[in-house]
């Protein structure tokens, strides 16, 4: 199940604190994940309601990714694609091949070792 959060929401550290300060998250995706007031969340939730993976998203663009499986992430993708064309967005390349599975663009950044940038087309 995707659920969509705000830190605003009474429930949104119960299922994303974990991942705030990870250093498995930080070592993985070579990204910092940080809470900002005007991000929206998108968390795969598993049938025993532990966050399994999430996508942040502000005005189109994409803040932050990560999951402890792909297919959590293609089902977020599928979920936020529905409504939202994704802007130029500087995202991990740890997930670059399901960035294009998805129907999204991927450009490689010079300068930018671990990242690519992403984006939609409607």
Known sequence: MIIKLTNKDSNFY???GKFFGSR???TET??????DNNKSWYIYVDPDDKACGFISV????IKNIYSSNETYLKEIFKEIL??????PSIVTNLYK???QEC?????VLDNYKHFVMIRGDK
């Open 14 to 16: 119960n299922y994303m």
């Open 24 to 26: 498995i998250v930080q």
């Open 30 to 35: 070579k990204d910092r994940i940080y809470d």
């Open 58 to 61: 502000c005005d189109g663009v």
């Open 82 to 87: 529905k409504t939202i064309t994704i802007q």
């Open 97 to 99: 091949n399901l960035y």
């Open 103 to 107: 129907g999204l663009k991927v450009s």
